[in-house]
């Protein structure tokens, strides 16, 4: 049986900065009940509890950039580790809204890109999350009308991200601004942004409303596939060796203290959708798209899903290089005022379970 799941509408009922407040006044309990080490940055060895929740609210997207996610509900992987923790579900459009369930207690563990993780980081002082794993890489990418060839030909027009803030909006703002390219957060400038939902942007392409989409998979191949684009920037050419965040876990650092136990066995399950991933990735695909299907009525067709599949690598290592540049390219475009990341990485428990597994461990900031 799968778990239950609600809208991200339903959840967030709590103003934000209350809730903010609260988040960070709990963000003290350390649980002392444990029977795990692993390594730590230095080679020292870390306490990991083992205390568990009755209950883990899990976020996450329905896109194929969050494959490990949808996978991992779909074959129950989760559940499985998890044992008599109830696993409830949550599905949201975009990092922000995810981040606003966080702060209103909503929320304990979502897939998320790391832009929206940072500003949770930053927004409360290094308090209210840490990135506990990482999920995928790839899969971004500026889709634009036939007659596009340049930046310069984006001037006077509009193009869209999935919300404010977010990690393809953040990297849209840098691009254009890197091409000499104004913009603004009320939609001035030499190119207009439109933040709005994935869904939307479609219909608004398709409609000629917009000149083009900086988006994640599957939408880039949405938009090339039923809305006649074709890609203008692949965002792995602006990465070292095309290697970038695109998704990775993010934890309320109160439930992480308090329920160690329960993160890990969630990212026990993380582990088994990434494992699964990579042995069968045709029923991983089916799994993926099923999980699409349940959560907006509509599956994939084939030939996207596959395309799509093809420009993600699933990983666990959250790719901290990245993650930094982002908050740089975030400040610079006038999202995020200054912000020391120190702390915003716990990767003790999945570098245990990577340990466990004679697997390498992954590295933070």
């Not at 205390?51 to 074959?75: C, I, K, M, S, Y």
């Not at 009525?297 to 084939?302: A, G, I, S, T």
């Amino acid at each position: 049986m799968r778990p239950s799941q609600r809208s991200s509408r339903s959840i967030i009922a709590v103003a934000v900065m209350l809730a903010l407040s609260l988040v960070i006044a709990a963000c003290g309990g350390d649980d002392e009940s444990s029977d795990t080490t692993a390594a730590g940055d230095e080679g020292s060895t870390t306490t990991i509890g083992t205390a568990t929740a009755d209950e883990v609210r899990l976020g996450f997207f329905p896109n194929v950039t969050h494959a490990p996610a949808l996978v991992g509900v779909e074959e129950g992987f989760f559940e499985e580790s998890l044992g008599d923790t109830k696993l409830t579900t949550s599905t949201f459009n975009a990092g922000p809204e995810a981040v606003e369930a966080l702060f209103a207690d909503a929320l304990d563990v979502t897939y998320i890109g790391p832009n929206p993780a940072i500003n949770a980081f930053a927004q409360s002082n290094g308090e209210a999350i840490r990135i506990v794993s990482g999920s995928t890489s790839g899969g971004a990418f500026l889709v634009t009308t036939p007659e596009i060839t340049s930046a310069e030909d984006l001037k006077g027009e509009k193009v869209a991200t999935p919300q404010l803030g977010n990690t393809q909006d953040v990297a849209l703002r840098t691009w254009l601004q890197d091409e000499g390219l104004s913009s603004d957060t009320s939609g001035g400038g030499d190119v207009s942004i439109v933040p709005q939902a994935n869904a939307d942007t479609l219909t608004a392409f398709q409609n000629g409303d917009i000149a083009g989409a900086w988006v994640p998979e599957p939408w880039a191949t949405r938009l090339i596939e039923e809305g006649g684009g074709k890609v203008l920037v692949d965002e792995a050419t602006l990465w070292p060796e095309g290697r970038y965040v695109t998704t990775h876990i993010i934890v309320r650092t109160a439930f992480l203290d308090e329920y160690p136990g329960t993160v890990k066995a969630v990212l026990e399950g993380h582990q088994s959708a990434l494992g699964f991933i990579e042995s069968d990735p045709e029923q991983a695909r089916k799994d993926t798209n099923a999980q699409i299907e349940a959560l907006t009525d509509k599956p994939l067709p084939e030939d996207v899903l596959a395309a799509a599949w093809e420009n993600l690598t699933f990983t666990d290592d959250p790719i901290a290089s990245s993650l930094e540049q982002s908050a740089k390219d975030a400040e610079e475009v006038g999202l995020l005022d200054p912000v020391d990341l120190e702390g915003i990485y716990d990767l003790s428990i999945l570098n245990s379970l990577l340990v466990a597994a004679d697997q390498p461990e992954v590295d933070g900031l």
